[in-house]
């Protein structure tokens, strides 16, 4: 999948989430191993944009986390900085986990890497090499995420997709 096409999809599904349509919640760049989308919450009509998340989107969170559980993701490779993780701390009350979002995540079970990125920058090609080398370490299917999913999410998937997907006939990369 070509990164203007991932782009496109995910605009698309920001779109809906502002309007309240939260069916779809990811994108599929590999079939049945690599996923992406945003972080939780990210356009939610209600509380996207709020820092830190008050109590109350708690349940939110919660019903985003399982909904991605059920579509059998086994790990999730968060590309968020840490101060866009603070959103997610207890101190605004949101008391998800001690340890923030990925704590949450670790608890209900995904394997979790955090390769943190610069914001509103094309990740290097370093930062990509080495979210491939996690994505060929850890079990699949494999969500990956930073804010909008837009400046971090897409290279990285589509530089993935294009070292990683297999062809009409060949096998799947595994590890």
């Not at 079939?31 to 509380?47: E, I, K, N, T, V």
């Not at 094309?122 to 969500?143: G, H």
């Amino acid at each position: 999948m070509k990164s203007s096409d991932i782009k496109w999809e995910l605009s698309r599904i920001r779109q809906q989430i502002r309007q309240g349509d939260e069916s779809e919640l990811v994108i599929w760049v590999i079939p049945h191993m690599l996923a992406c989308s945003q972080r939780p919450l990210r356009d939610h009509p209600q509380f996207g944009g709020r820092s830190p998340l008050p109590p109350e989107a708690k349940p939110e969170i919660v019903s985003w986390v399982d909904r991605v559980k059920a579509l059998g993701i086994c790990s999730i490779i968060c590309l968020l900085e840490t101060d866009q993780l603070d959103r997610y701390y207890v101190r605004g009350g949101l008391n998800l986990h001690p340890s923030g979002l990925l704590g949450y995540y670790e608890e209900r079970g995904f394997n979790v890497s955090h390769i943190p990125m610069t914001d509103y920058q094309r990740p290097t090609n370093e930062l990509m090499n080495r979210v491939l080398q996690e994505f060929d370490k850890i079990p699949k299917p494999i969500l990956i995420q930073c804010s909008a999913a837009i400046d971090r999410t897409t290279p990285v998937a589509a530089f993935i997709a294009a070292r990683r997907e297999p062809t009409a006939g060949s096998k799947p990369h595994q590890k």
